[in-house]
């Protein structure tokens, strides 16, 4: 349903537009990103289009889910080249609000999801999930989509953002949608452009320690042994630091008591100033 791409800047058209869109019974998917778009961006909206009649992508750097000393400031920025993008793949509308549309003067209201915002990634960047959890929220009831479409990359954040959801009785559906990987297995992230040549040829080993490990449990390994050897393996190969390897059940991010089909692996670790989360599903 190509008609063009529409920038709205504020909650107001955004909801006219969409009630347009519905008061001709059109479906609406959303897909929220912080730009600097890439393929892993584009599966999102190409995934939302074959569902939909109208898709929304939203561009817009949240402050709140940035820690001090984290990268808000040089966190990349393209929006002419995003549009043109979006305009190439079909999207119907870019909602690219400025702050202080979406924080308003005193603002004083957040969402958090305690228990799983605050491990793994929420134990190394306190208040991030919070930041995620209230800009999403925003998102939710400002476009009330049918359908709202989130990466496996940041699998912990797609977890917090189905709990969210629910807890909230948003009548959306999050759609998640696989890893998109470099042929070496790295996964894509806007945050990759950080790499210098060598951290770029070093970084899939995460990817393959992570792999590695998920085969040692699908063949019977204790799940902190190999997440163990993972983390050798992974600063063996030239990372400086290991946030955490864990193995998890999918659903609840709670350690694994037993490998039923339903687990994940995730890590992070920091190669030189760039830090790079992973994760895989393990079958069992
Ligand atoms: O995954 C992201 O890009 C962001 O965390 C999101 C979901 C757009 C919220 O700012």
Redesign the pocket.
Known sequence: MATGLGTVRNVAELRSLIAGWRGQGQSVGLV???GALHEGHFSLVRASLTNNDRTCV?L?I?PK?FGEGEDLGTYPRDEAADTAALERLGADALFAPAAVEMYPEGSATSVSVPGLGDMLEGEFRPGFFT??AT??TK?LIQALPDQAF??EK?YQ?LCV?RRLATDLNIPTEIIACPIVREDDGLALS?RNAYLSFDERRLAPSLHAALAAAAAQVVAGADPSDAAELAKRAILEAGFGKVDYIAIRDSDSLQPLVKLDGRARILGAAWIGKTRLIDNLSITG
């Open positions: 929220p990103t912080m939203t817009f949240n889910q930041g995620v800009v999403v998102l989130f990466g940041d954040q953002v806007s």
